[in-house]
C-alpha cells in the first residue's frame, strides 16, 4: 500500500530544493551561483536550460561562464534549441560563449547558425564559430571555411586554415575548386593547404597555378607545395623554373629539386 503522506513529502522536499537551486543562480556571489550551476549540471536538470542559458549570456564571472558552459554540454543536444535562440544577443561576448558551448555539445543541429556566424561583426565571434565548426566536423562547413581564409584578420584566417586541415581529404575537391576563383591571398592558403594533404588529385592543379599565377607568393606556396609530391610531373615542372626571372621563384624551385632528388 502507497504511504501518500511520503510521496506529498518527498514532492514538497524536492520542489523546495529546487526553488533553493533557482534562487541561488541569482545570489550575489559568484561561487555561490556557480555551485548551484554544477549542482544543475550533476542533476542534468533540463528545467534549468533556459536559466542557464541567460547565465551564459550575462554572467560577468569567467568561473560562473564556464561552469554554466560545462552544465549546458552535459544537457546535450537538450540544450541546442535554447542555446540557438540566443544566439542574435546584441552582446558579442554573449554570442560568444554560445557558439563556444555549442561547439562542445557538436550537435550537427547548430550548422546552419555557426556557418552564419563566420561572417560575424565581431572577430573573436567569427574565430570561436570557425573552431566550433572543426569540432563539429560536417562537410557541408567546408566552403564556409574556404571563404574565411579571406578574414581580413590573420588569426581568423589562420583558424579556418587549421580547421580545413582537419578534414584532410575530404576538402580537396572543394579547395580545388575554390583555387581558381579566390583572390591571391586566400589561393596562397589553398596552395599551402593542398600540399599538405599530399592527395594526387592537387597535383595538376597545383602545377597549372605555377603558370597561372601571376602573384610571386602564390607561386612560391605552389612550389614548396609541389615540393611534398615524390612525382616525376611535379619534379618536371620545378625544373621549368629553375632559371625563372624573379630570383626567389627560381631559388626555391632549385632547392625543392634538389630535395625531390633532380639535378
Request: charged share 20%; glycine share 6%.
Amino acid at each position: 500500500m502507497t504511504d501518500f503522506s511520503f510521496v506529498s513529502y518527498r514532492s514538497n522536499l524536492i520542489t523546495v530544493e529546487w526553488q533553493s537551486l533557482i534562487e541561488s543562480l541569482q545570489s550575489p556571489d559568484a561561487a555561490e551561483r556557480s555551485q548551484a550551476i554544477l549542482a544543475i549540471g550533476h542533476q542534468r536538470e533540463t528545467r534549468a536550460i533556459n536559466h542557464l542559458v541567460r547565465i551564459l549570456c550575462t554572467d560577468p564571472d569567467l568561473n560562473v561562464q564556464e561552469d554554466t558552459t560545462w552544465s549546458l554540454v552535459r544537457m546535450g543536444s537538450d540544450a541546442v534549441d535554447a542555446l540557438l535562440a540566443a544566439l542574435n544577443d546584441a552582446d558579442p561576448q554573449a554570442r560568444h560563449n554560445i557558439i563556444h558551448t555549442l561547439g562542445k555539445i557538436a550537435d550537427v543541429r547548430a550548422l546552419v547558425a555557426l556557418i552564419q556566424a563566420t561572417t560575424d561583426t565581431d572577430q573573436k565571434v567569427r574565430y570561436k564559430a570557425i573552431y566550433a565548426l572543426g569540432q563539429i566536423g560536417h562537410v557541408d562547413a567546408i566552403e564556409a571555411l574556404i571563404i574565411a581564409l579571406g578574414d581580413e584578420i590573420q588569426t581568423v584566417s589562420w583558424m579556418a586554415r587549421e580547421v580545413l586541415e582537419g578534414f584532410g581529404d575530404r576538402a580537396v575537391e572543394p579547395l580545388i575548386a575554390a583555387l581558381k576563383t579566390s583572390p591571391s591571398d586566400v589561393q596562397e592558403l589553398i596552395v599551402s593547404l593542398l600540399g599538405d594533404t599530399g592527395d594526387e588529385r592537387a597535383l595538376l592543379p597545383l602545377i597549372d597555378v605555377l603558370s597561372a599565377s601571376e602573384d610571386w607568393e602564390v607561386r612560391f606556396a605552389a612550389i614548396q607545395a609541389l615540393g611534398q609530391f615524390g612525382d616525376e610531373r611535379a619534379l618536371a615542372a620545378l625544373l621549368s623554373l629553375t632559371e625563372d626571372n624573379n630570383p626567389r621563384i627560381s631559388a626555391i624551385a632549385s632547392a625543392m629539386v634538389k630535395q625531390l632528388g633532380g639535378s
